[in-house]
């Protein structure tokens, strides 16, 4: 198994450029999550999906945009990219069963963003 | 707002010494993972627990759920064990989404 994956692992942008974050994992999770972590801050969550087709709001949504057409991926879409959403941006995902809160989660390697 | 503290914040230390790191935080949870960030970025998950101790290896982990506060323990520590370790709470709920704590940074030095 790869595990999660993610690319790019570093981009640089322009302010008002868009991009989007690729995230996948082939471990038939249903739960996966994106989350920015910023220095002197812990790791925040900008939205997350409980399976195909559903996603919602984490805590930090704003600016960004998800959508979960299979099990497998995950994209994190920035429309307008700005220097506040300069960031390391890590993809994660467990299996999503009941017992959700005591499962292990497995996180991607990360996204380096810089937005000029 | 659910609240997570770890502390220290840093921490350097000698090869061979016990390491104890803190993590408190404000309401009841679910479950609290201790999660281990390495140099080069990458996130792993070490432990979770909803009551009690684990142990792998070198490192042991505990709960005190009355006392909302876990500490993770590294024995006759190694250089290879720097790096930041967090804590993450799970407040519950059926997302069962996690509250990161903002990590300690720990140096072994040989």
């Known amino acids: 198994n790869a595990g999660v994956t993610q690319t790019p692992k570093f981009q640089v942008l322009k302010t008002g450029q868009s991009m989007t974050l690729q995230c996948a994992q082939d471990m038939n999770h249903e739960y996966m999550s994106w989350y920015r972590q910023d220095p002197g801050m812990g790791l925040r969550l900008i939205h997350y999906s409980v399976g195909a087709g559903i996603t919602d709001q984490g805590e930090v949504p704003n600016g960004y945009n998800v959508s979960r057409s299979t099990t497998e991926d995950f994209p994190l879409r920035l429309l307008s990219a700005a220097p506040s959403q300069t960031s390391v941006y890590f993809c994660a995902s467990r299996l999503g069963t009941v017992a959700g809160p005591q499962e292990t989660q497995y996180f991607g390697p990360g996204t380096r963003l810089l937005v000029l | 707002k659910n609240e997570v503290e770890q502390s220290p914040q840093n921490l350097t230390a000698q090869e061979g010494e016990f390491i104890t790191i803190n993590c408190s935080y404000s309401?009841?949870?679910?479950?609290l993972h201790w999660l281990q960030q390495h140099p080069g970025g990458g996130i792993v998950s070490l432990f979770m627990?909803?009551?009690g101790k684990k142990k792998h290896g070198r490192l042991i982990a505990t709960i005190n759920i009355q006392e909302k506060h876990s500490s993770l323990h590294i024995t006759a520590s190694h250089p290879r064990d720097s790096a930041v370790y967090i804590c993450?709470?799970?407040?519950?709920?059926?997302?069962?989404?996690?509250?990161f704590g903002k990590g300690t940074k720990l140096s072994v030095k040989p």
């Open positions: 627990l909803s009551s």
């Open positions: 993450a709470p799970n407040y519950g709920g059926s997302q069962g989404n996690l509250i």
């Open positions: 309401v009841g949870i679910s479950a």
